[in-house]
T-cell receptor
């Protein structure tokens, strides 16, 4: 089964609204990362949060991490049509040897004008 | 601009063919990975390599093999292509060491086996 599970599977919002996506995972991690994938393309790294961090910001992105609940959220503020994409969380597992990430199934975000 | 290059964006092959998917990175990264992506299943790890001539099985290695003769190149081989290997294949690389600080992905190869 997937280490990371995103929620919701799909999200549709209006331009200018905020978008929140959640990720839950099962085992202890070194860090958690978020990626974006535009349709039919490769994934692009957005942001990384370490297991000892609770919140991190990068431009319009805000990521939180709750290791006690094994969950993370990605907030995109003031969304734009160009934010339309799929978003994936990925975990670097504490027992994974540091060499691989485990990805969730993704949230499809659609931002409408 | 640093990048990971996959040799083909789209590929159509016949059942039973031997298929080679090539991936090259120019960042001197230690680690390289092959994932396949299918609707509803997310990304699943096929094989990865953390050094030249080293390879490790991922979660779904059956029907695949890999080759890493040079640090910058990681090839995925479908020994005898089958229709259930129709998928998007994604190559990625990362710096290496004890903690993974993020992947750089290629643009993907959409493979159709007919």
């Amino acid at each position: 089964s997937q280490q990371g599970e995103e929620d919701p599977q799909a999200l549709s919002i209006q331009e200018g609204e905020n978008a929140t996506m959640n990720c839950s995972y099962k085992t202890s991690i070194n860090n958690l990362q978020w990626y974006r994938q535009n349709s039919g393309r490769g994934l692009v790294h957005l942001i990384l949060i370490r297991s000892n961090e609770r919140e991190k910001h990068s431009g319009r992105l805000r990521v939180t991490l709750d290791t006690s609940k094994k969950s993370s959220s990605l907030l995109i503020t003031a969304s734009r049509a160009a934010d339309t994409a799929s978003y994936f969380c990925a975990t670097d597992l504490l027992t994974g040897g540091g060499n691989k990430l485990t990805f969730g199934t993704g949230t499809q975000l659609k931002v409408e004008l | 601009d640093v990048k990971v290059t996959q040799s083909s964006r789209y590929l159509v092959k016949r059942t039973g063919e031997k298929v080679f998917l090539e991936c090259v990175q120019d960042m001197d990264h230690e680690n390289m990975f092959w994932y396949r992506q299918d609707p509803g299943l997310g990304l699943r790890l096929i094989y990865f390599s953390y050094d030249v001539k080293m390879k490790e099985k991922g979660d779904i290695p059956e029907g695949y093999s890999v080759s890493r003769e040079k640090k910058e190149r990681f090839s995925l081989i479908l020994e005898s292509a089958s229709t259930n290997q129709t998928s998007m294949y994604l190559c990625a690389s990362s710096l290496g060491g004890g903690v993974n600080y993020g992947y750089t992905f290629g643009s993907g190869t959409r493979l159709t086996v007919v």
